[in-house]
Nanobody
Framework: VQLQASGGGSVQAGGSLRLSCVAS????????MGWYRQTPGKQRELVAG???????NYADSAKGRFSISRDNAKNQVWLQMNSLKPEDTAVYYC???????????WGQGTQVTVSS
């Protein structure tokens, strides 16, 4: 399974970005898909996740500003990020967990930079 993420970039505080990630390959069945982020010296943290059935969870920092969605048929997930803050600056990683093996796949990471 390969995850291809895109959509990162640089914006000013208050701006918006939309991240996209698509899983490709064969012989897999994805249940949970999500977005994590990481800054230097810190652990990778969950930003938002969504299951195949549509159950969604957000980090407290993302609630009310970010929205996650997915297309199960296309194995694609998006993260709409609004009202961005400088503290949202990080490398964002797409994650997908295989339904049967529970193995977690990771995308290559996409940089999000929010300037004040």
């Amino acid at each position: 399974v390969q995850l291809q993420a895109s959509g990162g970039g640089s914006v000013q505080a208050g701006g918006s970005l939309r991240l996209s990630c698509v899983a490709s390959g064969s012989g897999f069945s994805i249940n949970h898909m999500g977005w994590y982020r990481q800054t230097p010296g810190k652990q990778r943290e969950l930003v938002a996740g969504i299951t195949r059935g549509g159950n969604i969870n957000y980090a407290d920092s993302a609630k009310g500003r970010f929205s996650i969605s997915r297309d199960n048929a296309k194995n694609q997930v998006w993260l709409q990020m609004n009202s961005l803050k400088p503290e949202d600056t990080a490398v964002y990683y797409c994650n997908a967990a295989d339904e049967l093996s529970l193995y977690a796949y990771w995308g290559q990471g996409t940089q999000v930079t929010v300037s004040s």
